[in-house]
């Protein structure tokens, strides 16, 4: 199996995972703005529920973009972990061909 991840696979990640966080919140307002006309028109758990949401938005608004930004994190640290392997590799198969001898591995000699 090969895994081949390009260099800029997990920038990409990150770039559209900040624009999500921003969409998101834009996207309960507008939940809540799009609701204003239910206002009133509930009784009883409905009504509760309703009140509820619409005075807990931002709370929920945080706590998304808190997990989101948590999730950042993890991309972030993966893209670090990624790209000092890469150099680590890259260094590792220098120092192993500076120390290889291949003359002893020529082929053509006389006899």
Do not use: C, H, W, Y
Not at 72 to 93: C, R, T, V
Request: net charge positive; hydrophobic share 35%; glycine share 12%.
């Amino acid at each position: 199996m090969k895994f081949d991840m390009g260099t800029q696979a997990l920038t990409k990640l990150m770039s559209g995972s900040r624009t999500s966080s921003g969409d998101l919140g834009t996207l309960i307002k507008q939940l809540v703005q799009a609701a204003q006309p239910l206002e009133g028109k509930f009784n009883g758990q409905g009504k509760v529920a309703f009140d509820s949401f619409k005075s807990r938005s931002d709370e929920i608004t945080q706590a998304l973009n808190a997990s989101l930004s948590a999730i950042l994190g993890g991309q972030s640290g993966m893209e670090q972990a990624f790209g000092s392997g890469d150099q680590e590799q890259g260094q590792n198969a220098k120092k192993q061909m500076a120390s290889a001898n291949f003359d002893a591995a020529r082929f053509s000699g006389s006899r």
